[in-house]
């Protein structure tokens, strides 16, 4: 039996449509059940498409995703795909473990340090917090006094996680660029929100005790998502914002395959073979020598944004036409490892998905 949690709107929705379409039984669970673990007893699979903006599944996702692994049920995400999600001090050193390209990232954990570094930096770099999506919590250092003022900040009352006044703006600006129902519609819930503070925002602790910078790599119009999934790439090209040097979050989006590095691509096949991840999504910018630089992973991603992509990349860089299903590689990939199962996968068609 295979449990998903029902996220509306997430990878959950083309999970339940794999299941349903091929007769694979599942049930739906509620995670944040006490007796989810009972719940459970009957179930070889669990898909938690679980969200790093929800304060609830922050507290406990990883947790009980880890137990159930250690209840031998076969979990998406599992422990190597998951625990640096939202996390990107955890990436770094990650990143840096297994050699791959990260941009050059610099974390303290006492101020004095912190200082004693912007003597010897060249501006401008990059501030981040260590978690958030979209770029909310990107900002270019452009001297050593800003950096200072972030320093101090860091280790004095520190940042909030969701500042709902800057994700406001943007949406503003986004808006103005493009009048469309989305930009309203996000424009609106944000205005709510700065009035209203959601209580699952509120109760996310301020950032502080560290500081995080990167060095800023000038000159990029976009950046390349590229996601790897079961051996299997996609991409898209993300424009920046007008006047900004952050892609992320702007909603402007190239599908064109030849607009993405295949270099990108062979980076993210290799490293997620080290990383023996279940999925990730990797940003890469260009460096002044047109090298491509890792800024971040994650285990997540909005699932529509991929479904214009043109078609995938095998683990050998060939190349697939066509429209694809990456959710159903998620689940697929599972049914595959989970034999004692024994469901019908797929008896009838041939899948989209053989070993690639
Ligand atoms: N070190 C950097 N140099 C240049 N651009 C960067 C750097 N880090 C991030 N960016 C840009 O800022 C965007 C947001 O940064 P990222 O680390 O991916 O944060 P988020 O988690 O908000 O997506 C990226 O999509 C990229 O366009
Ligand atoms: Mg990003």
Not at 43 to 61: M, P, R, S
Not at 263 to 291: M, P, S, W
Request: aromatic share 14%; charged share 25%; hydrophobic share 40%.
């Amino acid at each position: 039996m295979v449990a998903i949690v029902d996220t509306k709107g997430r990878f959950s929705d083309r999970w339940i449509e794999y299941c349903k379409s091929r007769n694979i039984a599942y049930k739906i669970v509620n995670p944040y059940a006490n007796n989810i673990i009972e719940e459970l007893s009957e179930c070889t699979i669990f898909l938690w498409h679980w969200h790093h903006a929800d304060y609830k599944d922050q507290l406990f996702a990883r947790q009980l995703l880890y137990a159930l692994e250690q209840k031998e049920i076969s979990v998406f995400p599992d422990f190597k795909t998951m625990w640096h999600f939202d996390d990107k001090l955890g990436q770094k050193y990650l990143l840096e473990s297994i050699d791959a390209p990260l941009v050059k990232s610099y974390i303290f954990y006492s101020k004095e340090e912190a200082v004693q570094w912007t003597t010897a930096t060249r501006f401008p770099v990059v501030f981040k917090l260590r978690g958030g999506a979209g770029s909310i919590n990107v900002k270019l250092v452009h001297n050593k006094y800003q950096a200072l003022g972030l320093i101090r900040k860091a280790f004095g009352k520190g940042f909030p996680l969701y500042n709902q006044t800057a994700i406001f703006n943007d949406t503003v600006s986004q808006f103005k660029k493009a009048k469309t129902v989305k930009n309203i519609l996000r424009m609106l819930k944000w205005g709510g929100y700065v009035l209203f503070p959601p209580k699952s925002y509120r109760l996310f602790p301020k950032q502080k005790g560290y500081v995080y910078f990167q060095e800023f790599i000038p000159n990029n119009t976009f950046d390349i998502r590229i996601i790897v999934i079961d051996k299997k790439a996609f991409a898209i090209k993300r424009h920046t914002r007008k006047g900004d040097f952050r892609a992320s979050g702007s909603g402007s989006i190239s599908y064109a395959a030849k607009d993405i590095d295949i270099r990108c691509v062979q980076i993210g096949l290799e490293a997620a073979k080290k990383l023996h991840t279940q999925c990730v999504a990797y940003d890469f910018v260009f460096n002044e020598q047109n090298e491509p630089l890792i800024v971040e992973i994650s285990y997540g991603f909005t699932m529509e944004a991929y479904d214009s992509c043109e078609g995938f990349w095998d683990r050998h860089l060939n190349w697939h036409p066509g429209r694809f299903n990456p959710q159903a590689w998620i689940i697929e990939a599972l049914l595959k490892k989970n034999k004692p199962l024994n469901e019908p996968v797929s008896e009838n068609r041939p899948s989209q998905t053989q070993d690639l």
